[in-house]
Structures are given as structure tokens and as C-alpha cells.
Antibody, heavy 121, light 110 residues
Framework: EVQLVESGGGLVKPGGSLRLSCAAS????????MNWVRQAPGKGLEWVAS????????YYTDSVKGRFTISRDIAKNSLYLQMNGLRTEDTAIYYC??????????????WGQGTLVTVSS | QSALTQPPSASGSPGQSVTISCTGT?????????VSWFQQHPGKAPRLMIF???KRPSGVPDRFSGSKSGNTASLTVSGLQAEDEADYYC??????????FGGGTKLTVL
């Protein structure tokens, strides 16, 4: 059974850093494109970042480029999101999601339960 | 990249059909066959219902179907059931390695 479990969320001051983790089981993250998607409280979904399976290429939404870094540890079967220079508008539930295929697209077929990041002074 | 446009709300009675639209531009919805739809119940993670405009993942009832015409994609839910009441989001590839979501539609089963 595919499972994704996020951790690492919490309260951080503006300008601070956090590292989110997503532990995967039931499949190998090296075989699928993996993603982070966020949802601000009471708002809609926003794609944040993706990492493709075969090449390891990374992709980011414009608002996080240069501040966030998506990475993976295939041996640990875990996905990460390093978030630096956090802003109040980054406050959201962050979801880890797996693609149906190895390639980069929007077929997010399995999701974690999410981890809440709150950026506030 | 601008968000795709969805109606804030939609509704239908049990057994009826309802269609939710997702309007973009020729740079996203109209330019690629990479439109997905997600269902989200309150307090839960989203669930993939449709990908690549018309494909259903395993386990999704065939009451859910997707289509596209020009710059507008649509999700149709036939034979509405109480458990279909949820928020629905569309997503499209938008070129230059970007993905963009719609603002979401709250579906109410009357």
C-alpha cells in the first residue's frame, strides 16, 4: 500500500527556515516524479515544486524560486523541502504527492496527510 | 502564472448530473492535454479524479468524466451522490515547467 507521511512543520518567524520531510512506503520514490503542493488556510491548492524520477530535474513555482529546494534520498525513500527566507504568505498545509508516472506532469495520484507551516512573528 | 478560473459553487440533486468548468488560456488548458481534477473533502487530502483530460485512475467511479474544448476543461459528475459533495480543483500544465491550479469549486448535493 502506498503511504506518504509528512513531518517537519511548525511555527517559524519571518525570514526563518524549515525542512519538511516526506517518508514514502509501498513504492520507490526513485521511480516516480514527486511533488510538494500547499494550501493556505481556507484557500485553494498551489503547486510548489517537483522532482522528476529519472533525471532528478527540479521545478518550482515562481514565488519560491531561490528560497525553496526540493530534494530526495532514494536510499531512505524520502522527499524533502528545504524552505529558507520564509514569508507570512508561505503559511499553509504542505502536502507531499506522488505522480502516476515517472515523468513530470500533474497526475498526483497519492497524497500525504499534510504538515502545517505557520510563518508569524 | 495566473490561476485557472472555476465557478465558486455548483449544485445538483441526487441522481442528477453536474458539470464544473475550468477556463484557462491557449498557454495552459488550451495548449496541452495535461488537465487534472482533484476532489477534496473538508479536512482531508485531495484525491485525483481525472488526469490527462479524460483518464480515470483506478478506483474512481465512472460517474466522473473529463473533457476539454478549446481553453475550457470540464468535469462532469453523473448520478450525483451525497458523498460527491466536496471541493473540486482543476490543474493544468502551463508551459515553461509550470503547473497551475484553479481556484476551486464547492459542489453541493441538494
Amino acid at each position: 500500500e502506498v503511504q506518504l507521511v509528512e513531518s517537519g512543520g511548525g511555527l517559524v518567524k519571518p525570514g526563518g527556515s524549515l525542512r519538511l520531510s516526506c517518508a514514502a512506503s509501498g513504492f520507490s520514490i526513485g521511480s516516480y516524479c514527486m511533488n510538494w503542493v500547499r494550501q493556505a488556510p481556507g484557500k485553494g491548492l498551489e503547486w510548489v515544486a517537483s522532482i522528476s524520477s529519472t533525471t532528478g530535474y527540479t521545478y518550482y513555482t515562481d514565488s519560491v524560486k531561490g528560497r525553496f529546494t526540493i530534494s530526495r534520498d532514494i536510499a531512505k525513500n524520502s522527499l524533502y523541502l528545504q524552505m529558507n527566507g520564509l514569508r507570512t504568505e508561505d503559511t499553509a498545509i504542505y502536502y507531499c504527492a506522488k505522480n502516476i508516472y515517472s515523468g513530470y506532469d500533474n497526475s498526483f495520484d497519492h497524497w500525504g496527510q499534510g504538515t502545517l507551516v505557520t510563518v508569524s512573528s | 502564472q495566473s490561476a485557472l478560473t472555476q465557478p465558486p459553487s455548483a449544485s445538483g440533486s441526487p441522481g442528477q448530473s453536474v458539470t464544473i468548468s475550468c477556463t484557462g488560456t491557449s498557454s495552459d488548458v488550451g495548449g496541452y492535454n495535461y488537465v487534472s481534477w482533484f476532489q477534496q473533502h473538508p479536512g482531508k487530502a485531495p484525491r485525483l479524479m481525472i488526469f490527462e483530460v479524460t483518464k480515470r485512475p483506478s478506483g474512481v467511479p465512472d460517474r466522473f468524466s473529463g473533457s476539454k474544448s478549446g481553453n475550457t476543461a470540464s468535469l462532469t459528475v453523473s448520478g450525483l451522490q451525497a458523498e460527491d459533495e466536496a471541493d473540486y480543483y482543476c490543474n493544468s500544465y502551463a508551459g515553461s515547467n509550470n503547473l497551475v491550479f484553479g481556484g476551486g469549486t464547492k459542489l453541493t448535493v441538494l
